[in-house]
């Protein structure tokens, strides 16, 4: 599955971005989907997960209540919405696909190239 993020920038303090996702597959449906999470010097780090349906989410402590994860299948199409946006969210973002809702990056079979996200103060 190919995957082609999107919406990426340079935000403040505080303010919101929303990152789009979207696959290039039949089958997006059936697919459980991911954000993650790279900065400069560390370690590729979860973000965020959302199962199949959108019925089940996972989200990292750093971000759970600012973020929200959410998919639109008829778009075949996986969000990020940021919100109250802090210096250390800076990374760049992948999308990622896989069978299973799990925090672990080995568990993802696809991934996109990702979308730089600077938060500035």
């Known amino acids: 599955v190919q995957l082609i993020e999107s919406g990426g920038g340079l935000v403040q303090v505080g303010g919101s971005l929303r990152l789009s996702c979207a696959a290039s597959t039949q089958t997006f449906s059936s697919y459980d989907m991911a954000w993650f999470r790279q900065a400069p010097g560390r370690e590729r780090e979860f973000v965020a997960a959302i199962n199949w349906s959108g019925g089940s989410t996972l989200y990292a402590d750093s971000v759970k209540g600012r973020f929200t994860i959410s998919r639109d299948n008829r778009k075949d199409t996986v969000y990020l919405q940021m919100d109250r946006l802090k210096p250390e969210d800076t990374a760049v973002y992948l999308c990622?696909?896989?069978?299973?809702?799990?925090?672990?990056?080995?568990?993802?079979?696809?991934w996109g190239q990702g979308t730089q996200v600077t938060v500035s103060s």
């Open positions: 990622a696909a896989g069978t299973a809702l799990t925090r672990a990056a080995e568990e993802y079979d696809g």
